[in-house]
């Protein structure tokens, strides 16, 4: 059975994990979980320049922290139970926002599975700056709670930035400001796609390319705890109001703050603020409400391609900094990756071949999968430009909530074309359903036909 490397991890093995985020944490936790239960040890430190209980972008991972049902499903059964003060907000339905009007999805599961949450300690706080009035709504950053569990499992923690990363005899070195850190018999690449460090894993000349990557504008908006639950309540609203150079736009309700993320070409402070300023989005925030001069904003990179060859002999990366579902479920690619990469490196091996043999299979899943994301996107970016195809959409999602008989699944398509449920496949797949693709062509008539009548009589 075995044409692995003879890279083995031994009994008291050392395991450097460059980067405490969910892909260092995870990756720490089903390593540590996997040696204990096979009767071995390994000596792991988690390498993490951020600390997550500060407030604002230098100490967050920069993220819209929508963590989808699946994974919290999946962590639910390792023991990882996601609750307040982690859990800002459950989530049990999408609204799809556009000029002519909404659409509302509800959770198919009928529970409130998704979970919002903050990845570092949270915005700076507007209101205790602004006011000093309201309380602070509780929060615990999740990256600090993965950590945590990582820790309770028995990985080091240290508060260090890694400067550096070189071969020396085929052995990874990892350095500090300080200088060289103790020799490591693994390192995870665990530092995502918004670090410099990601080039120096590129120099090591091993084959590894970084994936592509596009900027995203996320802002952070204080509006207050009553109004986030009497205006947003446990919905994320999704604008398809064709504002140019916006690809996608979101707002999701935290604790007292909302996020809004957007992705587009040259999002600027400016275009945050037309965004805010737009009569559908305006009309979701308090009557009296005004938009702020200052908030907690940053322009984070986001993964939108493959890693090449994210393994060698003794290193492998994961996560963001190997392969990430498109545009969704980010946190989740993180889990997989790191479940395969902890598997692999304390079952089989450490050797190139042993990551390619029985990690690689798990990125090249998310990376065929895109394919299909790639494409439902640009159906997504069309239907948002064109009014006749969004509105003949949105009326087939409308007439299959009132007839839920008639078998459209245009309702969960968009669900989890949106959440990030289900692989993209399965959905491009579902969405070849001649019933749903006939209810469109009838919409798209109707509209034209509105459309005809309407100038008719205008003349
Ligand atoms: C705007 C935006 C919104 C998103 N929204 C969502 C969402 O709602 N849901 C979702 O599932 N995904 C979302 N994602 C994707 C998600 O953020 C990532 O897929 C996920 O964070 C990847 O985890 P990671 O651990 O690989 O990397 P990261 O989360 O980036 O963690 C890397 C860690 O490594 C540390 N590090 C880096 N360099 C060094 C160094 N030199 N020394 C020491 N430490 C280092 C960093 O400080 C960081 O803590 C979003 C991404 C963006 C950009």
């Given at each position: 059975?075995?044409?692995?490397?003879?890279?083995?991890?031994?009994?008291?093995?050392k395991i450097a994990v460059l980067g405490g985020?969910?892909?260092g944490?995870?990756?720490s936790?089903?390593?540590?979980?996997?040696?204990?239960?096979?009767?071995?040890?390994?000596d792991l430190t988690i390498y993490e320049n951020k600390n997550?209980?500060?407030?604002?972008?230098?100490?967050?991972?920069?993220?819209?922290?929508?963590?989808?049902?699946?994974?919290?499903?999946?962590?639910?059964?390792?023991?990882?139970?996601?609750?307040?003060?982690?859990?800002?907000?459950?989530?049990?339905?999408?609204?799809?926002?556009?000029?002519?009007?909404?659409?509302?999805?509800?959770?198919?599961?009928?529970?409130?599975?998704?979970?919002?949450?903050?990845?570092?300690?949270?915005?700076?706080?507007?209101?205790?700056?602004?006011?000093?009035?309201?309380?602070?709504?509780?929060?615990?950053?999740?990256?600090?709670?993965?950590l945590?569990?990582a820790e309770?499992?028995?990985a080091k923690v240290e508060n260090v930035r890694i400067e550096?990363?070189?071969?020396?005899?085929?052995?990874?070195?990892i350095f500090s400001k300080r200088?060289?850190l103790p020799?490591a018999?693994?390192?995870?690449?665990?530092?995502?796609?918004?670090?410099?460090?990601?080039?120096?894993?590129?120099?090591?000349?091993?084959?590894?390319?970084?994936?592509?990557?596009?900027?995203?504008?996320?802002?952070?908006?204080?509006?207050?705890?009553?109004?986030?639950?009497?205006?947003?309540?446990?919905?994320?609203?999704?604008?398809?109001?064709?504002?140019?150079?916006?690809?996608?736009?979101?707002?999701?309700?935290?604790?007292?703050?909302?996020?809004?993320?957007?992705?587009?070409?040259?999002?600027?402070?400016?275009?945050?603020?037309?965004?805010?300023?737009?009569?559908?989005?305006?009309?979701?925030?308090?009557?009296?409400?005004?938009?702020?001069?200052?908030?907690?904003?940053?322009?984070?990179?986001?993964?939108?391609?493959?890693?090449?060859?994210?393994?060698?002999?003794?290193?492998?990366?994961?996560?963001?900094?190997?392969?990430?579902?498109?545009?969704?479920?980010?946190?989740?690619?993180?889990?997989?990756?790191?479940?395969?990469?902890?598997?692999?490196?304390?079952?089989?091996?450490?050797?190139?071949?042993?990551?390619?043999?029985?990690?690689?299979?798990?990125?090249?899943?998310?990376?065929?999968?895109?394919?299909?994301?790639?494409?439902?996107?640009?159906?997504?970016?069309?239907?948002?430009?064109?009014?006749?195809?969004?509105?003949?959409?949105?009326?087939?999602?409308?007439?299959?909530?009132?007839?839920?008989?008639?078998?459209?699944?245009?309702?969960?398509?968009?669900?989890?074309?949106?959440?990030?449920?289900?692989?993209?496949?399965?959905?491009?797949?579902?969405?070849?359903?001649?019933?749903?693709?006939?209810?469109?062509?009838?919409?798209?008539?109707?509209?034209?036909?509105?459309?005809?009548?309407?100038?008719?009589?205008?003349?």
């Amino acid at each position: 059975m075995k044409e692995n490397s003879n890279l083995e991890l031994n009994d008291g093995a050392k395991i450097a994990v460059l980067g405490g985020g969910p892909a260092g944490s995870f990756f720490s936790i089903f390593a540590l979980k996997l040696t204990r239960q096979i009767g071995k040890n390994i000596d792991l430190t988690i390498y993490e320049n951020k600390n997550f209980s500060h407030d604002g972008p230098s100490s967050c991972n920069m993220c819209a922290g929508v963590v989808s049902e699946s994974l919290v499903q999946m962590l639910a059964i390792e023991g990882i139970c996601l609750k307040p003060p982690i859990v800002q907000r459950a989530i049990d339905t999408y609204c799809f926002q556009t000029i002519g009007g909404d659409v509302f999805l509800n959770s198919p599961s009928k529970q409130r599975g998704i979970a919002t949450v903050y990845r570092g300690g949270g915005p700076v706080n507007q209101a205790a700056s602004e006011t000093d009035k309201e309380h602070v709504f509780e929060r615990k950053s999740f990256d600090d709670f993965l950590l945590d569990c990582a820790e309770k499992e028995g990985a080091k923690v240290e508060n260090v930035r890694i400067e550096d990363i070189k071969l020396n005899n085929g052995r990874p070195i990892i350095f500090s400001k300080r200088g060289q850190l103790p020799d490591a018999d693994l390192v995870v690449g665990a530092c995502g796609i918004n670090s410099k460090i990601i080039k120096k894993f590129e120099e090591l000349g091993t084959g590894y390319i970084c994936p592509s990557t596009i900027k995203a504008y996320q802002s952070e908006i204080h509006i207050g705890e009553q109004n986030v639950s009497d205006l947003f309540g446990n919905v994320v609203y999704v604008f398809l109001i064709n504002q140019p150079g916006v690809k996608f736009a979101a707002i999701t309700p935290k604790g007292s703050y909302v996020t809004v993320s957007m992705l587009g070409k040259d999002i600027t402070r400016q275009t945050v603020m037309d965004f805010l300023n737009h009569p559908e989005v305006k009309s979701k925030f308090p009557d009296s409400w005004k938009t702020p001069d200052a908030f907690c904003r940053c322009v984070p990179k986001i993964n939108v391609g493959a890693a090449r060859h994210p393994f060698a002999d003794r290193i492998v990366m994961i996560g963001d900094a190997s392969s990430a579902r498109l545009y969704k479920d980010g946190i989740g690619s993180a889990y997989l990756t790191a479940k395969a990469a902890a598997n692999t490196a304390i079952l089989y091996g450490v050797g190139e071949t042993d990551f390619h043999k029985y990690y690689y299979p798990s990125c090249r899943k998310i990376n065929r999968d895109n394919i299909f994301g790639k494409i439902m996107f640009a159906f997504t970016g069309i239907i948002n430009q064109t009014p006749i195809l969004r509105e003949a959409l949105l009326n087939a999602s409308r007439y299959e909530q009132k007839h839920p008989e008639s078998g459209y699944k245009c309702s969960t398509i968009l669900w989890d074309t949106f959440t990030g449920n289900e692989p993209y496949i399965d959905i491009f797949l579902r969405a070849f359903n001649y019933k749903l693709l006939l209810r469109i062509l009838v919409n798209i008539f109707n509209a034209i036909f509105i459309r005809l009548k309407k100038s008719g009589d205008k003349k």
